[in-house]
């Protein structure tokens, strides 16, 4: 199957193949976080941000935000789209953010545990995971809740909601709305892109989609066998 890529102008594509699992990339023009109940910015464990509501769930978008984020320069780059369970947040992140060299858009959910113990543990956990965290990594807390975002002051003790299951279209659409470049790959947490790929992608998809908007830019994906040492990085 393929990973799906958002899109202003071009529809999802879906494409099987039985070897190589092929990723579109589309041009993304604009953002649009279709939220309910804002509240207003606050300073949580120390940092300042905003909570939302997006359907059952509430965020805290960039408790870690990148710089590439915050700059208009990267604007043409490609954002890779992630999301993970708190749960199995490993060195996998660190390797996802070292083989990519454009901006990295990370949605992680908190499963049924205490909010005020669990963001600033998962945010010490990907910082001592990732060298260099704020330079390309942008973090947002994803957690389901009880009632309303606005209605519970998250300094107090409650706990999350449990949720049987892990809602991953959810959290896919959540670091995806909260990217801010103009293109977007949207891949597995298992992912590893091989050297100098997103600077390569997106130089040809400036080209192409300039052309037509419509065009879906493909490449392969083959899967390593996990006893493997080291993963050879071809230029």
């Given at each position: 199957g393929t990973?799906?890529?958002?899109?202003?102008?071009?529809?999802?594509?879906?494409?099987?193949?039985r070897i190589s699992l092929?990723?579109?990339?589309?041009?993304?023009?604009?953002?649009?976080?279709?939220?309910?109940?804002l509240k207003g910015e606050h300073f949580i464990f120390g940092l300042r941000t905003r909570v939302f509501r997006y359907k059952d769930y509430c965020v805290?978008?960039?408790?870690?935000?990148?710089?590439?984020?915050?700059?208009?320069?990267?604007?043409?780059?490609?954002?890779l789209v992630l999301h993970a369970d708190q749960k199995y947040l490993d060195k996998t992140?660190?390797?996802q953010v070292d083989s990519w060299d454009g901006p990295v858009s990370l949605a992680v959910v908190i499963p049924s545990v205490s909010?005020?113990?669990?963001i600033p543990a998962t945010i010490?956990?990907?910082?001592?995971?990732?060298?260099?965290?704020?330079?390309?990594?942008?973090v947002h807390i994803v957690y389901r809740w009880p009632m309303n975002c606005k209605e519970v002051s998250l300094e107090n003790g409650w706990h999350v909601l449990s949720s049987a299951l892990y809602p991953?279209?959810?959290?896919?659409?959540?670091?995806?709305?909260?990217?801010?470049?103009?293109?977007?790959?949207?891949?597995?947490?298992?992912h590893?892109?091989?050297?100098?790929?997103?600077?390569?992608?997106s130089k040809l998809a400036e080209e192409v989609l300039h052309v037509n908007s419509k065009t879906v830019l493909v490449f392969r994906i083959f899967e390593a066998n996990t006893t493997a040492s080291r993963l050879l990085f071809i230029d």
């Open positions: 990973k799906p890529v958002a899109s202003k102008n071009a529809n999802l594509t879906t494409i099987f193949m092929l990723i579109g990339i589309c041009e993304y023009f604009s953002v649009a976080i279709n939220s309910t109940d805290l978008p960039n408790v870690i935000q990148s710089k590439m984020s915050l700059g208009l320069n990267y604007y043409k780059r490609i954002t992140i660190s390797y909010i005020n113990k669990s010490e956990k990907i910082t001592g995971l990732v060298t260099d965290v704020k330079g390309k990594l942008s991953a279209n959810t959290a896919r659409n959540i670091a995806r709305m909260l990217s801010r470049t103009k293109y977007l790959l949207i891949a597995d947490y298992s590893i892109f091989s050297l100098n790929f997103e600077r390569q992608m």
